[in-house]
């Protein structure tokens, strides 16, 4: 339901109302006229009454059947046989009378054309009307083109002359162009129209004065007043119009500036109900907001035009200053956030930098959402990289067993503080002697069996070697480190598999010591407590035993074969051992480079102390 109000509907529906009451008394006295001139005069106390019922309630229908019937018994009055004049008196009649009223009535849904027909059709009854169907106030096209069926009365004068004198002429020009211009000035719908009734009076009276054997002056009086009554009752509702259209004018202009008012609140609103927005705008537009908010209570006072255009350039210009200031913090911020983002590229941390905004922002919903997304990405970012300092942290842990402590920050600005207290604690220097320590590792044990595994983790390690290494580079080298030592631990479960399988043929020094020695090296590269710098340090230490337990695992067959000889042929090497002394244990079919293990087995079977010189094996003394 609209604004409109009750007067608002009259004055909208006024020119239908006075059709009505119009068309309903020509048609009243039309059908008067018929039924006494057809000699029925004793019906017109009923059929009036019903012509009008149905007028006030059907005009649009009842206006055109009353003219066509009107209009038939004039052209049956008029004929007088096949003439010209007749002929053209019947076109006049239906053009004037009936065409055009019926498309006035159906493209402008008005009958003022059928007002004029049926006033003219009805003179002199219906004299005094005979300018109310112009003198409404739609538009000057409608109200000239109602006029057009007045002209039907031309026929009169062609009745009486088909040659005009020139004065005639004159006469007749001028009082078509008075009817016309008053028409015309009638339907302009300003206060002054109602002096269209003077042209076309004078029109009327000029083109008339001798057509009619009645009183005209007393005719044209009471015309005049109609149709000033007319014009005058529409003048004032159209009055009445203006003054509330220029009331809602100002109304729309002020609730127009007031929903402007109310989305602005509505959007500083929305920046403190988001604590990023809050955070870094809503201090520094709190006092432009208060303005606004006052500024809203001035224009609810407001009466007229002059105090809306103060009030509102005053909001603009708060509007404006809170848009800058919006624009200045969020540059500034994009910026800040931008070097940080350069400070973590340094230590190898990477997030995405902010585009500043190329359109300047402004104060509504979008920009908003705008603004937001920026904020909410450079809070994905941030806690991006506090994820990436957290792993390092955690690697950290996992490398030396420093327990630094964790970052849970959303602020951007606090990311270079973290880097610091990183490098403060030489992680760096660390990681990078880690680097070395895993280096000397691969590159001292031989792991022929797991050659794939070691090949990867030596390409990773070399790569690191070969460049600085950066504060994002160590949970990578943690994950090295974790497979190296899982890498040399089952290389390590593999060896003691191998030496178990020796040491259950003969429990030699070497092969004892060397099953002891990894055994405590699994033991402390399985252990969960101890950081990865502390497990590859210790292995890195062992590399000289674990370099001879590789050398044992490679001479594994000859091994298992010297065993069997010495086994098989023990008691003879052994007398022969007292009887010189010493043995070459090249003239017993054994490899020279196994002269020490020949030494160990005879000292652990037989207790015999043995010892190696050059390549014999010869009892100690």
Do not use: W
Not at 150 to 169: D, Q
Request: charged share 25%; net charge negative.
């Amino acid at each position: 339901m609209t604004r409109i109000s009750i007067i608002d509907k009259l004055v909208g529906r006024y020119n239908n109302y006075i059709e009505r009451l119009l068309i309903t008394v020509l048609n009243s006295l039309l059908i008067f006229i018929l039924l006494n001139k057809l000699g029925y005069n004793t019906y017109i106390d009923i059929i009036i009454p019903i012509v009008a019922i149905v007028s006030i309630v059907l005009p649009e229908i009842m206006a055109p059947i009353v003219t066509l019937l009107f209009a038939i018994s004039e052209l049956y009055t008029l004929y007088d046989g096949v003439t010209p004049l007749g002929i053209l008196n019947g076109f006049i009649i239906i053009l004037l009378a009936l065409i055009i009223p019926i498309i006035l009535e159906i493209k402008y849904q008005s009958l003022q054309a059928f007002i004029s027909a049926e006033s003219v059709l009805g003179i002199p009854l219906t004299s005094v009307l005979i300018l109310s169907g112009i003198s409404e106030k739609r538009s000057p096209l409608v109200n000239v083109l109602s006029a057009l069926p007045i002209f039907y009365l031309l026929i009169n004068f062609l009745k009486t002359n088909l040659v005009f004198s020139i004065s005639e002429i004159e006469i007749i020009i001028i009082s078509i162009a008075g009817i016309l211009i008053g028409a015309y000035i009638f339907g302009i719908n300003k206060i002054f129209s109602v002096l269209g009734v003077i042209p076309a009076i004078l029109g009327f009276y000029i083109f008339y004065y001798d057509s009619f054997n009645f009183v005209f002056t007393r005719i044209t009086m009471e015309t005049m007043i109609i149709s000033i009554a007319v014009a005058g009752s529409s003048i004032l509702f159209y009055s009445i119009k203006e003054s509330k259209a220029k009331h809602e004018k100002i109304q729309d202009q002020i609730d127009l500036i007031k929903k402007e008012i109310d989305e602005t609140l509505l959007t500083l609103g929305r920046i403190k109900s988001y604590a990023e927005l809050e955070e870094k705008f809503g201090s520094a537009i709190t006092q432009d907001e208060n303005t606004i908010i006052e500024l809203g209570k001035q224009l609810d006072n407001c009466k007229n035009i002059n105090c809306i255009q103060n009030i509102y350039p005053q909001f603009k210009e708060e509007k404006t200053e809170i848009e800058n200031k919006i624009n200045d913090l969020l540059f500034s911020l994009i910026i800040d956030y931008n070097n940080i983002v350069t400070e973590l590229k340094k230590s190898g941390i990477k997030i995405e930098e902010m585009q500043i905004p190329k359109d300047k922002v402004k104060l509504n919903e979008s920009y908003i959402d705008y603004i937001q997304k920026i904020l909410l990405d450079i809070n994905k970012n941030v806690n991006l990289a506090l994820n990436n300092i957290n792993t390092i942290i955690e690697s950290i842990e996992k490398i030396n067993g420093n327990k630094l402590n964790k970052y849970y920050i959303t602020d951007y600005s606090v990311l270079p503080k973290a880097i610091d207290e990183l490098q403060k604690n030489n992680v760096i220097i660390s990681t990078s002697k880690l680097i070395e320590i895993e280096r000397e590792i691969i590159s001292n044990l031989n792991m022929k069996e797991f050659t794939k595994e070691k090949l990867e983790i030596s390409r990773q390690i070399n790569d690191l070697y070969s460049r600085q290494i950066l504060i994002s580079d160590i949970p990578q080298i943690e994950k090295i480190s974790e497979k190296l030592v899982k890498l040399i631990s089952s290389y390590i479960t593999f060896c003691i598999d191998k030496l178990n399988s020796l040491s259950n043929i003969s429990k030699i020094k070497s092969i004892e010591n060397s099953l002891s020695n990894i055994r405590e090296t699994k033991k402390i590269l399985d252990d969960q407590s101890k950081p990865l710098y502390d497990k590859l340090s210790y292995v890195m230490s062992n590399i000289p035993s674990l370099v001879e337990t590789e050398d044992i695992i490679e001479n594994e067959n000859s091994l298992i074969a010297l065993f069997t000889i010495l086994k098989d042929n023990e008691e003879i090497i052994s007398n022969k051992m007292y009887e010189e002394g010493c043995i070459k244990v090249e003239d017993l079919g054994i490899n020279s480079s196994l002269s020490k293990y020949v030494a160990e087995y005879f000292s652990s079977r037989n207790g015999i102390k043995t010892k190696i010189v050059k390549d014999e094996v010869c009892i100690s003394k």
